[in-house]
């Protein structure tokens, strides 16, 4: 096993430990205060990374700056204030896997806006996610989706996913004026700045204060571990392997944030969750392949 695969391994179980840790936080500090710290800690090590890595700030232009500006208003200030404020009601594997369906919107929307093929292995997966995410959604009752058995929690975690769906879509336009990790830097430093105004409006200094010792290691571990460190080992690995094998590791993030979240928060894993985590693993692992690949 390459050093790569391990860190891509290592990488998958990190972001599904982010589940965990945005659980911890949910009684603690208030979503948007969260997130704001959060930021702060991944951009000290973005920064830094950005610096000794690049060197040199991309030039922005007009168009080049609302581009930057849309990817930190969804993949930071929307996404992470979603995340953080269904995962007070949402347990971690069930927000996990309703999160994992992201790359089939990715798809859909990517013909829809950018006449990118789907092909028909590709539109399978679009149904197979889409059922196994109802599943997921309603607990066992996919029909509880339509008669009220989706909770708020549960809409803000689909709010987080379409938000990432959002940041993705934003980043196609963006990746061929810089580097990957110059936009996501500049992209993380946007949404912090978007994400201080509703902090003070929650007391920001009064949150920061009132947080706990484990709370202040789980805002750590989001900004350092699930941003900063997270992003570095995951481009490396599109580098040395490709982006399509480096994507096959986050079809692990919803496995390991199950079962993270049913050893470290004794979260139950019920047969809805294991039938719809299925459901949807395939239809992304489906909606990943690259064409004439055949399966096994």
């Keep these: 096993m390459s050093l790569i695969t391990v860190k891509l391994f290592i990488t998958a179980v990190i972001w599904g430990g982010t589940f965990i840790a945005g659980r ?30 690049d060197g040199r700030w991309p030039r922005l232009d007009a168009r080049t700056l609302l581009l930057v500006l849309g990817l930190g208003a969804t993949g930071v200030f929307l996404y992470n204030a979603f995340f ?26 990517s013909r829809l806006l950018f006449q990118e093929p789907l092909s028909r292995a590709k539109a399978l997966g679009v149904g197979l996610c889409l059922s196994g995410a ?54 993380c430093l946007a949404g912090m700045v978007l ?21 202040w290691m789980a805002v750590l571990y ?15 690995g599109i580098q040395r392997i490709g982006a399509s094998r480096a994507a096959v590791f986050i079809n692990f993030v919803p496995v390991s944030a199950t079962a993270l979240g049913a050893l470290l928060l004794g979260e139950p894993v019920d047969f809805s969750l ?22 096994a």
């Design 195 to 215: 994400l201080l105004p509703p902090a003070l409006a929650e007391d920001l200094p009064a949150q920061a204060a009132n947080l706990s010792f484990s709370g």
């Design 24 to 53: 911890m936080l949910g009684p603690e500090i208030a979503p948007f205060s969260a997130s704001f710290l959060r930021f702060v800690a991944a951009n000290v090590c973005l920064v830094a990374i950005f610096l000794l890595r």
């Design 84 to 109: 953080l404020w269904g995962l007070k009601f949402v347990p971690a594997g069930r927000a996990a896997i309703i999160v994992a369906g992201n790359p089939v919107f990715i798809a859909v929307f």
């Design 134 to 187: 109802a599943v997921v959604i309603g607990r066992g009752n996919p029909l509880g989706l339509f008669t009220g058995g989706m909770g708020v929690g549960e809409l803000a975690i689909l709010g987080a996913m379409f938000s990432w769906v959002s940041y993705s879509l934003l980043g196609k336009k963006v990746m061929g004026r810089m580097t990957p990790l110059a936009a996501v830097t500049l992209s």
């Design 274 to 295: 294991l039938a719809g985590g299925a459901l949807v693993l395939t239809g992304v692992a489906l909606t990943n392949r690259r064409p004439g690949t055949k399966a």
């Design 222 to 236: 989001l900004g350092v571990f699930g941003t900063a460190l997270g992003f570095v080992w995951f481009y490396q």
